[in-house]
């Protein structure tokens, strides 16, 4: 094998294991330089990546590159300029949805989208189909019906594909319209270098004369009063002027902690839709449509094995076809049936994907915005208490802990606070549609702390 169709192979699989932003950031210009008895040098465009790989990503880059070609031993880094010219100069490449690189390069600059994104390829389905109805009649008529449009749902179910989707459709039926996607943490820091460099007030004009405002992952937004002032005053000039605004996050308005009270009723005076999780034969669609994308040919056999076990995450569902795609590519002949199973369930248990106490911790703390210290607390305040409780049900349920080690995880409680917290919620999940939501909405955060 190649080192270039080496790396390329590696980049896929770690593309799935770490979120997109430290992806682009960590492994963007970086390639193997050589490879022989045993050591593989990799090239970073600089010291920070350098130390970073290092530190952070040294053993996944290293089981994986193990993984592909177990004579590989060791994995050591090195600065140099030559990362991207491997890249480009690749014979092999992976198809072009998979290549981050260039997908970059083809992100408007202006609206910031990526026309990669689009109504033609979202697959329909009815866990999304009020969703994406929504969203094809705001792109149809931007402004008139439905606003806000805010659409939330769980990590990888499609939200930022179907917002896209409305801004690429509108910037062309309507090409005088002014569209701007922005992920809501863009929004922050721009809010915060606006203060910085007394710019405020063209940020102020920049952002109003938008037409179609789509503001990504609005949770994000949680707790940064100053850029919420700033979004309220936003959203306020563009709604009276009969403008569109799309939100998303991954939960309803009412349950974004430290949302300002007349933002969270702005939010809810439009149209709030979301998306569930994709059935069996939604799943499989979406998987033929990607492996068309990719223009790659499998067996309904290998499909309908990952359909079968990826339910929750379709960004996980094309992760797995990527891998697939890759190793058939790299290995020249189709994977039979057996290959495919054993090589997913690498994929499906991979560390990544394990569920941990900490994990949980921290997934619930990150939910509920809290610092994970909050969680271990006395405190009585509901705000923590029942966090606390969802903490120990999941430690409970999903990891199988016994109560005396959930207790003492929990900032050394009571093995009988630890019982009691698990069976509360366990009961009021019998009824309680709202806490089952919020629990699955955890469980797929537990995956990407
Ligand atoms: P989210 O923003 O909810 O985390 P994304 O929109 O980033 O999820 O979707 C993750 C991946 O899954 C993307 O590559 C997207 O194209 C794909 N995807 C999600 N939903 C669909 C769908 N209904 N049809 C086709 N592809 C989808
Ligand atoms: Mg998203």
Redesign the pocket.
């Given at each position: 094998m190649l080192k270039e169709e080496l790396w390329q192979a590696a980049l896929a699989q770690i593309q799935l294991n770490i979120s997109q932003a430290n992806f682009s950031t960590w492994f963007k210009n970086t390639g193997i330089l050589s490879q022989k008895e045993g050591e593989v040098i990799i090239s970073v465009p600089n010291s920070f990546a350098k130390e970073w790989l290092e530190n952070k990503y040294n053993k996944i880059i290293f089981n994986l590159l193990h993984s592909l070609d177990e004579e590989i031993k060791e994995v050591k880094y090195t600065v140099s300029r030559q990362g991207l010219k491997f890249l480009k100069k690749s014979s092999f490449s992976l198809p072009e949805s998979d290549q981050l690189e260039f997908q970059e390069l083809k992100i408007d600059k202006e609206t910031n989208l990526n026309p990669?994104?689009t109504f033609e390829?979202?697959?329909?389905?009815p866990f999304?189909e009020l969703p994406q109805a929504a969203a094809w009649a705001v792109a149809k008529d931007p402004g008139t019906i439905y606003n806000p449009l805010f659409v939330y749902?769980?990590?990888?179910?499609?939200?930022?594909?179907?917002l896209q989707s409305i801004g690429n459709m509108v910037i062309k039926s309507f090409p005088e319209k002014k569209v701007k996607y922005v992920p809501s943490e863009k929004f922050t820091s721009e809010v915060v270098t606006a203060i910085k460099n007394h710019t405020m007030e063209n940020f102020k004009t920049k952002h109003r004369e938008t037409d179609v405002l789509i503001i990504?992952?609005v949770q994000f937004l949680a707790g940064k009063e100053k850029t919420q002032e700033e979004f309220f005053h936003t959203f306020n000039t563009l709604y009276e002027r009969n403008k569109q605004i799309v939100i998303?996050s991954d939960r309803p308005p009412k349950a974004i902690p430290a949302l300002t009270e007349r933002l969270r009723s702005r939010f809810e005076g439009g149209m709030i839709a979301d998306?569930g999780y994709?059935d069996f034969e939604?799943r499989m669609a979406?998987l033929k449509?990607?492996a068309q994308e990719k223009k790659i040919n499998l067996p309904e056999e290998t499909l309908s094995y990952i359909a079968s076990n990826i339910q929750r995450n379709?960004?996980e569902?094309?992760g797995a076809l990527t891998r697939l795609v890759a190793h058939q590519k790299l290995n020249n002949h189709p994977l039979d049936p057996e290959a495919t199973k054993s090589l997913l369930k690498k994929i499906l248990l991979s560390p990544a994907k394990i569920s941990t106490p900490k994990k949980i911790i921290r997934a619930v703390a990150q939910f509920y915005d809290l610092k994970e210290k909050n969680l271990f607390d006395s405190s009585r305040k509901r705000e923590i208490v029942r966090p606390r409780q969802i903490a120990m049900y999941l430690l409970r349920e999903d990891l199988k802990s016994s109560y005396p080690f959930i207790g003492r995880k929990m900032g050394g409680k009571d093995h009988t606070t630890a019982i009691h917290s698990y069976e509360k919620i366990l009961k009021e999940l019998e009824t309680n549609e709202n806490l089952k939501e919020e629990i699955e909405l955890i469980r797929q955060l537990v995956f990407s702390v």
């Open positions: 990669r994104y390829n979202f697959v329909v389905g999304n749902g769980g990590v990888g179910l499609g939200k930022t594909h179907l990504d992952d998303s998306i994709p939604t979406i449509t990607k379709i960004r569902l094309e």
